[in-house]
Nanobody, 120 residues
Framework: VQLQASGGGLVQPGGSLRLSCAASGRTFSRYAMGWFRQAPGKEREFVAVISWGGGSPYYAVSVKGRFTISRDNAKNTVYLQMNSLKPDDTAVYYC??????????????WGQGTEVTVSS
């Protein structure tokens, strides 16, 4: 599975962005999909995960209620809708395919990352 993340950019605090992650390959629907992020000088951290069928979304406490993960298996794409963005959300965001987990070690495939900057 090859993953291509897109949709990042510069947004003001309180604004919204929608990230997309397009997957190639026929086995996309077999995998849980996760989003992780890495801020400058910090370790990569879990953001959200969704099961292979599109159910059981789970979020990090820091984004719960503001971010929504979804997927469209017909389009081989997973999304991350980010609302009420804060400067602390500034990071490179990565999508990943693997087992349903909040641990990066459970994911076999990673996208290249898309940068999100929240600043006025």
């Amino acid at each position: 599975v090859q993953l291509q993340a897109s949709g990042g950019g510069l947004v003001q605090p309180g604004g919204s962005l929608r990230l997309s992650c397009a997957a190639s390959g026929r086995t996309f629907s077999r995998y849980a999909m996760g989003w992780f992020r890495q801020a400058p000088g910090k370790e990569r951290e879990f953001v959200a995960v969704i099961s292979w069928g599109g159910g059981s979304p789970y979020y990090a406490v820091s984004v719960k209620g503001r971010f929504t993960i979804s997927r469209d298996n017909a389009k081989n794409t997973v999304y991350l809708q980010m609302n009420s963005l804060k400067p602390d959300d500034t990071a490179v965001y990565y999508c990943a395919a693997g087992s349903y987990s909040g641990s990066a070690s459970s994911y076999n495939y990673w996208g290249q990352g898309t940068e999100v900057t929240v600043s006025s």
